[in-house]
């Protein structure tokens, strides 16, 4: 079993920067590819972010490409979302999952709660 708990969410202005940080507990942190995934309100869950268990492969959606960075610190048990040049269509429920995975388009075994971001114009 693995618990995610998201944190750092929270209200920019569009231009802006934040960080997003998912620390997890339970079983062996460094065994999981992670990732971040988000909803906005009316729309379905889409895939942000992915990062392999080691940190040396990684994988963006098209809409966050470039301005997104997804980075994990094993000693620490925690990954992070660096969001920077935000956009008003960033709004969302942020959310971080584990699984032993490959890649963005797969069932993950364990999500956490979330953490609102909500980027004004």
């Known amino acids: 079993q693995v618990q995610l708990v998201e944190s750092g969410g929270g209200l920019v202005q569009a231009g802006g920067s934040l960080r997003l940080s998912c620390a997890a507990s339970?079983?062996?942190?460094?065994?999981?590819?992670m990732a971040w995934f988000r909803q906005a309100p009316g729309k379905e869950r889409e895939p942000v972010a992915f990062?392999?268990?080691?940190?040396?492969?990684?994988n963006y959606s098209d809409s966050v490409k470039d301005r997104f960075t997804i980075s994990r610190d094993n000693a620490k048990n925690t990954v992070y979302l660096q969001m920077n040049s935000l956009k008003p269509e960033d709004t969302a429920v942020y959310s971080c999952?584990?699984?032993?995975?490959?890649?963005?388009?797969?069932?993950?075994?364990?999500w956490g709660q979330g953490t609102q971001v909500t980027v004004s114009s």
């Open positions: 999952a584990a699984g032993q995975v490959a890649g963005l388009n797969y069932p993950y075994r364990y």
């Open positions: 339970g079983r062996s942190f460094s065994g999981y590819a």
């Open positions: 990062i392999n268990w080691s940190g040396s492969r990684t």
